[in-house]
Nanobody
Framework: QVHVVESGGGLVQPGGSLRLSCVAS????????MSWYRQSPGKEREWVAT????????NYADSVKGRFTMSRDNGKKTVNLQMNSLKPEDSAVYYC????????WGQGTQVTVSS
């Protein structure tokens, strides 16, 4: 059973930075790619970034490319999302999931970008 716990969200001013973390359990972490998603009120959940099982290949949504960096530590079963140059439109609840995506979602972590 996939189990993930996201953390690291908070309130930050535009232009600021946050680092999100996701600790995973219940599956062979090193065998799976991982992805970050986000969801704002009234909007569909959208894909943000994916990293492959080795950590060498990463893909990003155009809206975050050049500002966000995804990484992983297979020893700690953790993925991170470094978010820089944050914009108000980045405000959302952020979730991590396996790639391919599991039906099991964590509680997410709230990111609010506001002055």
């Amino acid at each position: 059973q996939v189990h993930v716990v996201e953390s690291g969200g908070g309130l930050v001013q535009p232009g600021g930075s946050l680092r999100l973390s996701c600790v995973a359990s219940g599956f062979i972490f090193r065998a799976y790619g991982m992805s970050w998603y986000r969801q704002s009120p009234g909007k569909e959940r959208e894909w943000v970034a994916t990293i492959d099982s080795t950590g060498f290949r990463r893909n990003y949504a155009d809206s975050v490319k050049g500002r966000f960096t995804m990484s992983r530590d297979n020893g700690k079963k953790t993925v991170n999302l470094q978010m820089n140059s944050l914009k108000p439109e980045d405000s959302a609840v952020y979730y991590c999931n396996t790639q391919p995506r599991s039906d099991s979602w964590g509680q997410g972590t709230q990111v609010t970008v506001s002055s």
